[in-house]
T-cell receptor, first 113, second 110 residues
Framework: NAGVTQTPKFQVLKTGQSMTLQCAQD?????MYWYRQDPGMGLRLIYY???????DKGEVPNGYNVSRLNKREFSLRLESAAPSQTSVYFC????????????FGEGSWLTVV | LAKTTQPISMDSYEGQEVNITCSHN???????ITWYQQFPSQGPRFIIQ???TKVTNEVASLFIPADRKSSTLSLPRVSLSDTAVYYC???????????FGAGTRLFVKA
């Protein structure tokens, strides 16, 4: 039972490069999320997708784009990476709404130099 | 969105009971209280959720007073493996934007 799977786990980018973080869940959940976590900080919501076909901004959407490819997959794209985007990124999913037990992936460590 | 306030850190010893209190003075009628645990280099993991009074599962208990302006996560007989960050979240079950905050870092010592 894989749960929420993110790739890549580690990535180093140069400033200005673009990349896409991939996320897939096998729990048939309707809602999916992307968070970032900076050292010693809590999680901040970047974007979420309440259901297939919809996406909405969270607290810190600037510099990111998302795509809800299908019910299973929700990708996060950095179009032009900046050092301020160095962080750990977590994908998550839930049945419907954040308080319906949200399940997190293992995280993607991104460094922008 | 209801804002939560938790202690930044707590220390305990193995075998002790640990109580972490979260304040949420502006909790709304429809809001539930949910606690998550995060180990280093891992994503958060759901621990327990409640609306009022007391909820207990195999991992923890959650105490919520009648006014619901605070809640207390109780971990019985902690072990070294309970060293983690604990987050208190408050929000509408049907909502999607919930602020995690910095959480409480629990250190369990031998």
């Amino acid at each position: 039972n894989a749960g929420v799977t993110q790739t890549p786990k580690f990535q180093v980018l140069k400033t200005g490069q673009s990349m896409t973080l991939q996320c897939a869940q096998d729990m048939n959940h309707n809602s999916m999320y992307w968070y970032r976590q900076d050292p010693g900080m809590g999680l901040r919501l970047i974007y979420y997708s309440a259901s297939e076909g919809t996406t909405d901004k969270g607290e810190v959407p600037n510099g990111y784009n998302v795509s809800r490819l299908n019910k299973r997959e929700f990708s996060l794209r950095l179009e032009s990476a900046a050092p301020s985007q160095t962080s750990v990124y977590f994908c998550a999913s839930s049945e419907a709404g954040i308080h319906n037990t949200i399940y997190f992936g293992e995280g993607s460590w991104l460094t922008v130099v | 969105l209801a804002k939560t306030t938790q202690p930044i850190s707590m220390d305990s010893y193995e075998g002790q009971e640990v109580n972490i209190t979260c304040s949420h003075n502006n909790i709304a009628t429809n809001d539930y209280i949910t606690w998550y645990q995060q180990f280093p280099s891992q994503g958060p993991r759901f621990i327990i959720q409640g609306y009022k009074t007391k909820v207990t599962n195999e991992v923890a208990s959650l105490f919520i007073p009648a006014d619901r302006k605070s809640s207390t996560l109780s971990l019985p007989r902690v072990s070294l493996s309970d060293t983690a960050v604990y987050y208190c979240l408050v929000g509408d079950p049907g909502g999607f934007k919930t602020i995690f905050g910095a959480g409480t870092r629990l250190f369990v010592k031998a």
